[in-house]
């Protein structure tokens, strides 16, 4: 029996790549912020997630994702900007993930773009936000899914659609310096 249970413990921490307490992510280098249209948005971190293994009767961590990417995004005009998070979208290594799930909404609510709250944000005015992948999934409790995170790195894209003043939705483009796993 302890030969099978020591067993079991090697296989899983030879299959993992790491666990969160031994690792986390970061950008391999600083991140530039893009200006278009009189708005700035500068990739503040990548946010990392757990990978769990869906085993039974309960799920266990087996390593790291990249769940998202928090943004710092500034209003340099005289009029007020409205970043819609419903007409915005995520990207992992160019692969389209769809809507983003921003901090506040309910689980069950994620990837819907009616259910995606817009942000005013006055002249002048900076604020940071956060924007998960909307792949999330209930395991053992809510998680925020995300990719596998990889010491090669992956690069995080957002389009994001924002409104200045009464005019028409306009799209700013940005991609982060690659996401890369790193051990603590």
């Known amino acids: 029996m302890k030969k099978i249970l020591l067993f079991v413990l090697l296989m899983v921490a030879l299959c993992s790549h790491c666990f969160a307490a031994d690792c986390g992510v970061k950008f391999a280098t600083e991140p530039a912020p893009v200006t278009m249209y009189g708005l700035t948005i500068k990739p503040v971190s990548p946010i990392m997630g757990e990978r769990l293994y869906r085993g039974y009767p309960t799920a266990q961590l087996v390593g790291a994702n ?42 069950k609510d994620a990837g819907k773009p009616e259910a995606t709250p817009s942000t005013p944000l006055r002249p002048g005015a900076s604020q940071e936000f956060t924007a998960f992948y909307p792949n999330v999934e209930f395991i053992r409790s809510w998680n925020l899914g995300g990719y596998q995170a990889k010491e090669s790195g992956s690069i995080i894209g957002m389009n994001i659609a924002a409104r200045i003043g009464q005019g028409n939705t306009l799209y700013i483009p940005v991609d982060t310096p690659k996401v890369v796993l790193y051990w603590k």
């Open 66 to 107: 990249v769940a998202g990417l928090s943004v710092t995004v500034t209003n340099n005009t005289n009029e007020m900007a409205v970043i819609e998070w419903g007409k915005s979208s995520i990207d992992f290594d160019g692969k389209p993930c769809g809507v983003p799930f921003m901090t506040g909404m309910k689980y």
